[in-house]
């Protein structure tokens, strides 16, 4: 079955930073990676995802590349603020349920 | 249109008892995952339904627990005997297609065993 590794288990940026979490996966025939942000005590909520056919997508200050050859995706979060802090989580699917990274908490420090 | 829906969204049982958690998936979406969710740990796959079809149970552990997606009604996640070890959030996802669809997460249910 699928296995997503992220890394890393924890990031803490200046507010106005960049912040940049890498997954990697197993399985080639997957093709549906979604990005979720947890709050403490909240639902995941979607906040960027990639199909394979896409190597990058962007909305406003996040950013999510895939290199299917290398089977790893990344987000990137641009201009850090202090309300980015939260939980990260990768994800990586074909038409099951999805398999998830073990998440990355990120603080990003005022 | 409201999103998905779980209830209760907190349950406390004592060990041995059972647990029933109820999803309500998005209107129009007929897919729906449930996963789990320990305390400081990530988000754990445990079972893929459709209406009346358990599609991928992988992730559902061999015993105590069970799911079901009937044709009227809520998705229903039953965990008998509870222990301990089974105190967690669950949360449940839904999507309007299986092909990669985008999973939308309700709020959980977290229980607690005492």
């Known amino acids: 079955g699928e296995n997503v590794e992220q890394h890393p288990s924890t990031l803490s940026v200046q507010e106005g930073d960049s912040a940049v979490i890498k997954c990697t996966y197993s399985?080639?025939?997957?093709?549906?990676f979604p990005w979720y942000k947890q709050e403490l005590g909240k639902r995941p909520q979607l906040i960027i995802d990639?199909?394979?056919?896409?190597g990058e997508k962007k909305d406003q200050r996040i950013a999510v590349t895939l290199n299917k050859t290398a089977k790893h995706f990344s987000l990137h979060i641009t201009e850090t603020q202090p309300e980015d802090s939260a939980v990260y989580f990768c994800?990586?699917?074909?038409?099951?349920?999805?398999?998830f990274g073990a998440g990355t908490r990120l603080t990003v420090k005022p | 249109n409201a999103g998905v829906m779980q209830n209760p969204r907190h349950l406390v049982r004592r060990r041995g008892q059972e647990a029933r958690l109820r999803c309500s998936p998005m209107?129009?979406?007929?897919?729906v995952y449930w996963y789990r969710q320990l305390p400081e740990e990530g988000l754990k796959f445990m079972v893929y339904?459709?209406?009346?079809?358990?599609?991928?149970e992988s992730g559902m552990p061999k015993e105590r627990f069970s799911a079901e997606f009937p044709k009227e009604g809520p998705s229903i996640l039953r965990i008998q005997q509870v222990v301990r070890g089974d105190s967690a959030a669950y949360f449940c996802?839904?999507?309007?297609?299986?092909?990669?669809?985008?999973?939308?997460f309700g709020p959980g249910t977290r229980l607690l065993v005492l």
């Open positions: 996802a839904s999507s309007p297609s299986s092909t990669g669809g985008t999973q939308y």
């Open positions: 399985d080639s025939a997957s093709n549906y």
């Open positions: 990639i199909r394979s056919n896409v």
């Open positions: 994800a990586a699917s074909k038409w099951e349920g999805m398999r």
């Open positions: 209107k129009g979406h007929s897919h």
């Open positions: 339904l459709q209406k009346e079809n358990i599609i991928d």
